[in-house]
C-alpha cells in the first residue's frame, strides 16, 4: 500500500527571499533617515522578498572598512542566522571593498540600493527596449564594482606551465562586460534612431511630459487624461517604457502625452545613463507636468528630488505644472496645505481633470 506522504505535491514556488535590512544613521539634519529607510523596506517588498529584520546603527561616520564595523558585522552574522536571512540588503552607498570585507563577516549575499531597484526593473521592464536598458543598467554597476576591486583579486602564475600574469576570472569577467555593454550600447543607439523617425512622424502636435516620483499616479493621470488604459499598479516603477497617447484639451486643440519612469531619491546613475533613449523624450517636451502624491506625508521630499533630477537632465528650464495627485485621499485640513500654486486633482474621481485640460490648452 502507498504511502499518502509519498504523493503529497511539492511547491514548485521559489522561496521568497528572506531580508536582512541594515541601515547606518549618520544623523544628518537635513535628511532624516526615517523616511528613506520605510521607502528602502517598500522597496524590498516590492521586488518580493520578505523583510526578516532590521537593524539601524548610529555612527557619526560609516566604516570605511566594513561600512557598519567589525563588531556589528558579527552582530549581523549572528542576527543573519538566528533569523534564516538568505541575504543582506544595506540601505547606504556601500563601496566594492566595504563589501568585500562584510561579506567574509556576514556569509549572505550582499544587495545594495541600486542592486534592488534594477531588480525591481528588471520584473517590470516589458519591451525589448526596456530589457536592454536594464541589463545594460545591470552590467554597469557590476563593472564599477569589479573596478573598485583594483588588483586585489588579480594573482601570477606560479611554477612549470603557469609563469606570467595569465587572465585571472576577474579579469575575464571584466572583459566579458565590456564586451556586452558594448553591443548593448550599439542596440540601444539604434533604439535612438528609431524613436527619433518616429518623433519626426508627430505631425505638429505639442509633447508634453508627465514627471514624478515612483508611485504618484502619472500612469492613472495618463488613463484618466488619454481615456485609456495603459499598465497601472500601486508599487514602485510599474512604469518603465515610454508610453504617448494622444489626448483632446479643448475643441480642434490635441496634444501628446508621454508617460516615462518614475524618479526616486538618489537615482542609480548606472540607471540614468541606460534609459537615456527614454529620457530624451523629456528635452523634447514643450511643456512638464510635474505630479506628486498629495496623500503622501512625504510629498515635499520627494518633490525636492524629483526637481534635483530634472536639474541633473538639465530640464529645469522647461515650462512646468505642479499636479498635486490623489487629492480624493486627503481630508480638509490636508488640502489647505498643499502648496498654492499645484493644481489639485484626482486621477482615481476625475475630480480637477477638467481644470488640467483648460490649463493645458491655454499653455499650450
Same mark, same amino acid.
Given at each position: 500500500? !502507498?504511502?499518502?506522504?509519498?504523493? %503529497?505535491?511539492?511547491?514548485?514556488?521559489?522561496?521568497?527571499?528572506?531580508?536582512? $535590512?541594515?541601515?547606518?544613521?549618520?544623523?544628518?539634519?537635513?535628511?532624516?533617515?526615517?523616511?528613506?529607510?520605510?521607502?528602502?523596506?517598500?522597496? /524590498?517588498?516590492?521586488?518580493?522578498?520578505?523583510?526578516?529584520?532590521?537593524?539601524?546603527?548610529?555612527?557619526?561616520? $560609516?566604516?570605511?572598512?566594513?561600512?557598519?564595523?567589525?563588531?556589528?558585522?558579527?552582530?549581523?552574522?549572528?542576527?543573519?542566522?538566528?533569523?534564516?536571512?538568505?541575504?543582506?540588503? $544595506?540601505?547606504?552607498?556601500?563601496?566594492?571593498?566595504?563589501?568585500?570585507?562584510?561579506?567574509?563577516?556576514?556569509?549572505?549575499?550582499?544587495? #545594495?540600493?541600486?542592486?534592488? /531597484?534594477?531588480?525591481? +526593473?528588471?520584473?517590470?521592464?516589458?519591451?525589448?527596449?526596456?530589457?536592454?536598458?536594464?541589463?545594460?543598467?545591470?552590467?554597469?554597476?557590476?563593472?564599477?564594482?569589479?573596478?573598485?576591486?583594483?588588483?586585489?583579486?588579480?594573482?601570477?602564475?606560479?611554477?612549470?606551465?603557469?609563469?606570467?600574469?595569465?587572465?585571472?576570472?576577474?579579469?575575464? #569577467?571584466?572583459?566579458?562586460?565590456? !564586451?556586452? /555593454?558594448?553591443?548593448?550600447?550599439?542596440?540601444?543607439?539604434?533604439?535612438?534612431?528609431?524613436?527619433?523617425?518616429? *518623433?519626426?512622424?508627430?505631425?505638429?502636435?505639442? =509633447?508634453?511630459?508627465?514627471?514624478?516620483? !515612483?508611485?504618484?499616479?502619472?500612469?492613472?493621470?495618463?488613463?484618466?487624461?488619454?481615456?485609456?488604459?495603459?499598465?497601472?499598479?500601486?508599487?514602485?516603477?510599474?512604469?518603465?517604457?515610454?508610453?504617448? *497617447?494622444?489626448? +483632446?484639451?479643448?475643441?480642434?486643440?490635441?496634444?501628446?502625452?508621454?508617460? !516615462?519612469?518614475?524618479?526616486?531619491?538618489? =537615482?542609480?546613475?548606472?540607471?540614468?545613463?541606460?534609459?537615456?533613449?527614454?529620457?530624451?523624450?523629456?528635452?523634447?517636451?514643450?511643456?512638464?507636468?510635474?505630479? +506628486?502624491?498629495?496623500?503622501?506625508?512625504?510629498?515635499?521630499?520627494?518633490?525636492?528630488?524629483? %526637481?534635483?533630477?530634472? @536639474?541633473?537632465?538639465?530640464?529645469?528650464?522647461?515650462?512646468?505644472?505642479?499636479? @498635486?495627485?490623489?487629492?480624493?485621499?486627503?481630508?480638509?485640513?490636508?488640502?489647505?496645505? &498643499?502648496?498654492?500654486?499645484?493644481?489639485?486633482?484626482?486621477?482615481?474621481?476625475?475630480?480637477? /481633470?477638467?481644470?488640467?485640460?483648460?490649463? &493645458?490648452?491655454?499653455?499650450?
Amino acid at each position: 500500500m !502507498t504511502d499518502a506522504r509519498e504523493l %503529497r505535491p511539492y511547491s514548485t514556488e521559489p522561496t521568497p527571499t528572506r531580508a536582512l $535590512v541594515v541601515a547606518v544613521d549618520l544623523d544628518l539634519p537635513h535628511r532624516p533617515l526615517e523616511p528613506e529607510l520605510q521607502e528602502f523596506l517598500a522597496l /524590498i517588498e516590492a521586488a518580493g522578498a520578505q523583510v526578516a529584520d532590521v537593524v539601524v546603527q548610529q555612527r557619526p561616520a $560609516v566604516d570605511p572598512a566594513t561600512l557598519v564595523g567589525g563588531g556589528k558585522a558579527r552582530e549581523l552574522a549572528a542576527l543573519a542566522e538566528a533569523t534564516r536571512a538568505s541575504a543582506l540588503f $544595506v540601505f547606504n552607498e556601500i563601496r566594492p571593498r566595504q563589501r568585500a570585507n562584510l561579506e567574509k563577516i556576514v556569509p549572505l549575499p550582499i544587495v #545594495d540600493r541600486t542592486m534592488l /531597484i534594477l531588480d525591481i +526593473f528588471a520584473q517590470h521592464a516589458r519591451s525589448r527596449e526596456g530589457k536592454l536598458q536594464v541589463e545594460l543598467a545591470q552590467l554597469r554597476h557590476r563593472a564599477a564594482n569589479l573596478a573598485g576591486l583594483g588588483t586585489t583579486l588579480s594573482r601570477l602564475g606560479g611554477g612549470v606551465g603557469t609563469r606570467g600574469p595569465g587572465e585571472t576570472k576577474l579579469e575575464v #569577467d571584466r572583459r566579458r562586460i565590456r !564586451t556586452r /555593454i558594448a553591443a548593448l550600447e550599439r542596440e540601444l543607439d539604434e533604439v535612438r534612431r528609431h524613436r527619433r523617425t518616429q *518623433r519626426s512622424g508627430r505631425a505638429g502636435l505639442p =509633447l508634453v511630459a508627465l514627471v514624478g516620483y !515612483t508611485n504618484a499616479g502619472k500612469s492613472s493621470l495618463l488613463n484618466r487624461l488619454a481615456k485609456s488604459e495603459s499598465y497601472v499598479a500601486d508599487q514602485p516603477f510599474a512604469t518603465l517604457d515610454t508610453t504617448l *497617447r494622444k489626448i +483632446f484639451l479643448a475643441p480642434g486643440k490635441a496634444a501628446l502625452l508621454a508617460d !516615462t519612469v518614475g524618479f526616486i531619491t538618489d =537615482l542609480p546613475k548606472e540607471l540614468v545613463a541606460a534609459f537615456r533613449a527614454t529620457l530624451e523624450e523629456l528635452s523634447e517636451a514643450d511643456l512638464l507636468l510635474g505630479v +506628486f502624491d498629495a496623500s503622501s506625508p512625504d510629498w515635499p521630499r520627494q518633490e525636492a528630488s524629483v %526637481r534635483e533630477i530634472l @536639474a541633473d537632465l538639465e530640464l529645469d528650464h522647461t515650462p512646468l505644472i505642479r499636479v @498635486a495627485n490623489k487629492v480624493d485621499r486627503l481630508d480638509p485640513a490636508s488640502r489647505t496645505a &498643499l502648496p498654492p500654486g499645484a493644481l489639485a486633482v484626482s486621477a482615481v474621481t476625475g475630480e480637477g /481633470i477638467d481644470r488640467l485640460r483648460a490649463l &493645458l490648452a491655454e499653455r499650450l
